[in-house]
């Protein structure tokens, strides 16, 4: 069975700083995809930023890029120029093939002013 | 604008009712999901179907029951059967089949409570 750790419960970060949430998961799929989604205290879930596992390239998007290690099984979000607008519950997800998504237990960020 | 659907929501019930949460996407998915969210377990999946009539259990099935008679709707029963109801229920939905924009949409959440 798949699964999905973040071993962080909680992060904090200066307000402009850089931090970056761990997420490792376990599989014996070759082609997979892995997100980090964020859920603001709306409780809205919001898509940050996806990752092909066949693509050797890390993605990114403006502020948010992760680092991918496949044969580590590691998927790692980097926050650059952190603000307080990224204070919010993060969450590693893993698709396999036949569309099933495994998500982690969270990480927890306070952005400090 | 296209999105997710979820009412009402807050909702109470009380022990030993029935109650339905309503999804509804307009999103032309094929694939809608629902999951169970409580404090520092992530979210847990409790059914999910590809097609419409067709559908399976997730981790945490029991307990709950779905339909899903339309491709937009994927209404969640949580039945008298269920021991601890009381959660943050969300609804998504994907594209049906591999591919790299293949990523879930959320609805905004249920909140039920068992008083």
């Known amino acids: 069975a798949q699964t999905v750790t973040q071993s962080q419960p909680e992060m904090s970060v200066q307000e402009a700083e850089t931090v970056t949430l761990s997420c490792t998961y376990d599989t014996s799929e070759s082609d997979y995809y892995l997100f980090w989604y964020k859920q603001p205290p709306s409780r809205q879930m919001i898509l940050v930023i996806r990752?092909?596992?066949?693509?050797?390239q890390n993605a990114t998007e403006n502020r948010f890029s992760v680092n991918f290690q496949k044969a580590a099984k590691s998927f790692s979000l980097k926050i650059s120029d952190s603000q307080l607008g990224d204070a919010a519950m993060y969450f590693c997800?893993?698709?396999?093939?036949?569309?099933?998504?495994?998500f982690g237990t969270g990480t927890s960020l306070t952005v400090i002013p | 604008d296209g999105g997710i659907t979820q009412s009402p929501k807050y909702l109470f019930r009380k022990e030993g009712q029935n109650v339905t949460l309503s999804c509804e996407q307009n999103l032309n998915h094929d694939a809608m999901y629902w999951y169970r969210q409580d404090p520092g377990q992530g979210l847990r999946l409790i059914y999910y179907?590809?097609?419409?009539?067709?559908?399976q259990k997730g981790d945490i099935a029991e307990g709950y029951s779905v339909s899903r008679e339309k491709k937009e709707s994927f209404p969640l029963t949580v039945t008298s059967a269920q021991k601890n109801p009381t959660a943050f229920y969300l609804c998504?939905?994907?594209?049906?089949?591999?591919?790299?924009?293949?990523?879930?949409?959320f609805g905004p959440g249920t909140r039920l409570t068992v008083l």
């Open positions: 998504a939905s994907s594209r049906r089949g591999g591919g790299s924009y293949n990523e879930q949409f």
């Open positions: 179907s590809q097609i419409v009539n067709d559908f």
């Open positions: 997800a893993y698709r396999r093939t036949g569309n099933q998504f495994y």
């Open positions: 990752q092909e596992a066949y693509k050797q």
